[in-house]
C-alpha cells in the first residue's frame, strides 16, 4: 500500500507563485510516474503535468512557461513550482502516483492519489 499527501496549497494573488509537494510513501522501490492533476469547480479534471523518474516531463497547455514539474527520487516526493498563478489556475490540485515497484521485482498493480490541496488565486 502506498499513502501519497499532498501540500503547498493556499491563497495567492494573481500574479504571484506557489510550490506544491506530493510525497509518497509506503512499500515502495521505485516509482514510474508522478503527476499532477486539477479540478477547477465545475470542471472536470485535468492532468497539468507529469514527470517520469529519469526527469522527462510534459506539461497542459496552460501550464507551459509558468509552472514545472520536479521530482526527488530518493525521498519519493515530487514538486510543482507555479509561477505567474492566475484566476483560473484556482483549483483542488491533486498527485497520482503510477508505476510502482513494491521491490525490485514486483510491480504493484494500482495507481495512488493524493486528498488534493486548494490552490485558490484570487485579490
Known amino acids: 500500500q502506498v499513502q501519497v499527501v499532498e501540500s503547498g496549497g493556499g491563497l495567492v494573488q494573481p500574479g504571484g507563485s506557489l510550490r506544491l509537494s506530493c510525497a509518497a510513501s509506503?512499500?515502495?522501490?521505485?516509482?514510474?510516474?508522478m503527476a499532477w492533476f486539477r479540478r477547477a469547480p465545475g470542471k472536470e479534471r485535468e492532468l497539468v503535468a507529469i514527470?517520469?523518474?529519469?526527469?522527462?516531463?510534459k506539461y497542459a497547455d496552460s501550464a507551459k512557461g509558468r509552472f514545472t514539474i520536479s521530482r526527488d527520487n530518493a525521498k519519493n516526493t515530487a514538486y510543482l513550482q507555479m509561477n505567474s498563478l492566475k484566476p483560473e489556475d484556482t483549483a483542488v490540485y491533486y498527485c497520482k502516483v503510477a508505476g510502482v515497484k513494491k521491490t525490485i521485482w514486483d510491480y504493484d498493480p494500482d495507481d495512488y492519489w493524493g486528498q488534493g490541496t486548494q490552490v485558490t488565486v484570487s485579490s
Open positions: 514527470i517520469t523518474a529519469g526527469g522527462n516531463s
Open positions: 509506503g512499500s515502495i522501490f521505485s516509482i514510474a510516474a
